[in-house]
Structures are given as structure tokens and as C-alpha cells.
């Protein structure tokens, strides 16, 4: 089965007390996919030999991807470098695995200048970032398709972070591309384990290339998330893809 880890970290870095502690949490969860987001380029599994992070300043990175597998960056395909990267893995039983890791406007955040009003910020934001994942689709047609990192949007029947304007304009995004939102509704690991908190950090992956999905699971194993590591769970899904 593949499995697809997405942390935020809470702007780490290298020094602090809590980055070691992290570094333990993360090698002890085995993945194929990491996807860390507020993060610093050296913070990731100890095991993956492999990197691709958004532009960073001094180290500080939106977000990074990481495997144990080949990894090729896709940076022609990213329109906002700041905040986004992608990246071409080759897993041993999978294939082509693309990978979209980003971090989404948070409510009253700006974005290149536009209002967080309306959610335009978080709008403008998607609709650059839904055309990139389109133009991976096409020059990867056959490839398994991942997007994932801090959407800042929750997506349960209650509310918990975010709107609903722009909770319906990523839900219409990922259907428009033929993705699964797999960390939403039931699915929503946090959700399910410590409500009333909620996943607002989510992965998404082709809907066509999904045969089982085994479990969602978030970390730390409490009420809430341990604010002595990041303010937010971690979350890893287990799927069973088509070859």
C-alpha cells in the first residue's frame, strides 16, 4: 500500500529545542511520501535521501517533499515558488508518483497583494495552483497524482477553520481534477479522534488511481495536538493504488 505523510511544523527550525524531538516523532512513521509544510529544509525523515523544497530564506521553506524513493523536482510546473513544489517520484511498485505539496491562504491572510475578503486571497491563490495540477495531469497522464500540505479549510459537517465560500471552491478544485480529498468527512482523521478539532492539513489523490483506502490516522494521540512539537496533528493515510 502507498502512504502519505503531511505535517505542518510550525516555522521550525534547525536550533530550537523541539526540532529533535520532532525528527523522532517523524522517523518512527514510516511513509513513502512526506509532505511537510512551515518547515526548514533540514528538518525530515532521517531515512529519505531525497528533497525538494519551495524557496526558502535561510532554510525556512512553505514546503518541502520527501522520500526514500527517486525523486525528480518539477519546478517548470509550480507558478508560486515561494509557497509551493512538486516533484516526480519513482516508487518500486507504484511508478510515477507527482507530487503537489502547498500551503493555502489562512483566514485574513493576503496573497501576491490580493484581500483575504471573500476569501479572494485563498480563491485567487486555488485557481493558480489548480491550473499547475492540470498541467502536471496532461504531461504525466498516467501517473498516481498527489496534492497535499496546509489547506487551512476543514471539510466536516461542522464548522471548525476556514468558510464555507471557499470550502466550496476547493471542493469544486479537486473535483474539477479528478482528485479525492481523502482526509475529508468521515475519512477526516482528526475529526473522528479529537473532535472538535479538525484536519485543515490535507491530502488529495487521483480519483482514478484509488482502489482501497485502508486508514487515515493523525498524531499526537490526544484530545489536541501537542503545541510542544506544532500547533497541529500530523496526518498519514494508507491506500491501496492501481498499477
Same mark, same amino acid.
Do not use: M
Given at each position: 500500500m502507498l502512504k502519505i505523510a503531511n505535517w505542518n511544523l510550525e516555522r521550525i527550525l534547525p536550533g530550537q529545542?523541539?526540532?529533535?524531538? =520532532? #525528527?523522532?516523532? =517523524? $522517523? #518512527? =512513521? $514510516?511513509?513513502d511520501i512526506w509532505i511537510l509544510t512551515e518547515t526548514h529544509k533540514n528538518v525530515g525523515p532521517n531515512h529519505s535521501n531525497s528533497v525538494i523544497s519551495s524557496e526558502s530564506l535561510e532554510g525556512e521553506c512553505w514546503s518541502t517533499i520527501w522520500s526514500p524513493y527517486p525523486i525528480t523536482p518539477l519546478i517548470d510546473f509550480v507558478s508560486d515558488q515561494e509557497r509551493c513544489s512538486a516533484a516526480k517520484v519513482i516508487h518500486p511498485k507504484y511508478?510515477?508518483? =507527482?507530487? %503537489?505539496?502547498?500551503?493555502l491562504?489562512?483566514?485574513?491572510?493576503?496573497?501576491?497583494?490580493?484581500?483575504? #475578503?471573500?476569501?479572494?486571497?485563498?480563491?485567487?491563490a486555488l485557481e493558480t495552483y489548480k491550473n499547475d495540477w492540470k498541467k502536471l495531469q496532461l504531461a504525466y497522464p498516467d501517473a498516481i497524482h498527489i496534492v497535499a500540505g496546509d489547506f487551512n479549510q476543514s471539510l466536516i459537517d461542522w464548522h471548525y477553520y476556514g468558510s464555507n465560500l471557499i470550502r466550496l471552491k476547493l471542493e469544486e478544485a479537486m473535483k474539477e481534477c479528478n482528485m479525492t480529498i481523502i482526509t475529508a468527512g468521515e475519512n477526516d482523521p482528526v475529526a473522528r479522534d479529537s473532535k472538535p478539532h479538525a484536519c485543515i492539513d490535507?491530502?488529495?489523490?487521483?480519483?482514478s488511481k484509488i482502489?482501497?483506502? %485502508? $486508514?487515515? #490516522?493523525?498524531? $499526537?494521540?490526544?484530545?489536541?495536538?501537542?503545541?510542544?512539537?506544532?500547533?497541529h496533528f500530523g496526518v498519514i493515510v494508507k491506500i491501496e493504488c492501481k498499477t
Open positions: 529545542e523541539r526540532t529533535e524531538r =520532532i #525528527k523522532d516523532v =517523524i $522517523s #518512527k =512513521i $514510516s511513509a511508478g510515477d508518483l =507527482i507530487i %503537489y505539496a502547498t500551503v491562504p489562512w483566514v485574513g491572510s493576503t496573497w501576491r497583494g490580493q484581500p483575504w #475578503k471573500e476569501g479572494i486571497a485563498f480563491i485567487s490535507h491530502i488529495c489523490v487521483s480519483n482502489e482501497q483506502i %485502508y $486508514s487515515t #490516522k493523525r498524531w $499526537s494521540n490526544e484530545a489536541q495536538p501537542d503545541k510542544t512539537l506544532s500547533d
